[in-house]
């Protein structure tokens, strides 16, 4: 299967921890995308990389959100000293050079009790 | 404001009928258009993109209107199977941005 995977697909925490997700991209796309979203809500931006530069970030997300995309291949997303209101899924989604649309991974599921 | 607006709905239409969802956006150097959708606890998936010249896949037609900055989705001859959360996507120097989805519940 060459879809966008994400790992893992559900991660519960205590309030406080950090965590770290990872997404593998379609292999031939250079673009790659974090979303969050909750409940009755859309996808909301966190931030993209193009190949391995990231070249925008959410002026909503704190500074315990970062993002990495060391060989522009898979990215990782951590989130330190998680907070309630970060539960949510956290989507990743990619997308091949031009103007087309994304393919989402599964997402992860974050659970901060 | 929000830059992207959608009708959360819920609509409910019988099986066969045609059911329109409109999204309006406010950012006017908005450069391309998607509708998705997206099923209960799943990803968003590609619909379709939307032009101005107005586009058909099967039974679903989207239409762009860049003067009055909407877009539009018409689903006809609706299917159970078309139940789901229609998500309204605009894109801008290749970031995009979505709406908060139309909620369509077709019943037998």
């Known amino acids: 299967d060459t879809g966008v995977s994400q790992d893992p697909r559900h991660k519960i925490t205590k309030r406080g921890q950090n965590v770290t997700f990872r997404c593998d991209p379609i292999?031939?796309?250079?673009?790659l995308y974090w979303y969050r979203q909750t409940l009755g809500q859309g996808p909301e931006f966190l931030t993209y990389f193009q190949n391995e530069a990231q070249l925008e970030k959410s002026r909503l997300l704190s500074d315990r959100f970062s993002a990495e995309r060391p060989k522009g291949s898979f990215s990782t997303l951590e989130i330190q000293r998680t907070e309630q209101g970060d539960s949510a899924m956290y989507l990743c989604a990619s997308s091949p050079p031009g103007d087309y649309g994304y393919t989402f991974g599964s997402g992860t599921r974050l659970t901060v009790v | 404001r929000k830059e992207v607006e959608q009708d959360p709905g819920p609509f409910n239409v019988p099986e066969g009928a045609t059911v329109a969802f409109n999204c309006t956006y406010s950012?006017?150097?908005?450069?391309?258009f998607f509708w998705y959708r997206q099923d209960c606890r799943k990803e968003p998936k590609l619909l379709m993109s939307?032009?101005?010249s107005g586009n058909e896949d099967g039974r679903f037609t989207a239409q762009l209107n860049r003067a009055s900055q909407y877009i539009s989705l018409l689903i006809r001859d609706s299917k159970l199977s078309d139940s789901a959360t229609y998500l309204c996507?605009?894109?801008?120097?290749?970031?995009?941005?979505f709406g908060d989805g139309t909620t369509l519940t077709v019943k037998p």
């Open positions: 292999s031939e796309h250079n673009r």
């Open positions: 996507v605009v894109n801008n120097a290749g970031k995009s941005t």
């Open positions: 950012n006017s150097a908005s450069q391309s």
């Open positions: 939307v032009y101005s």
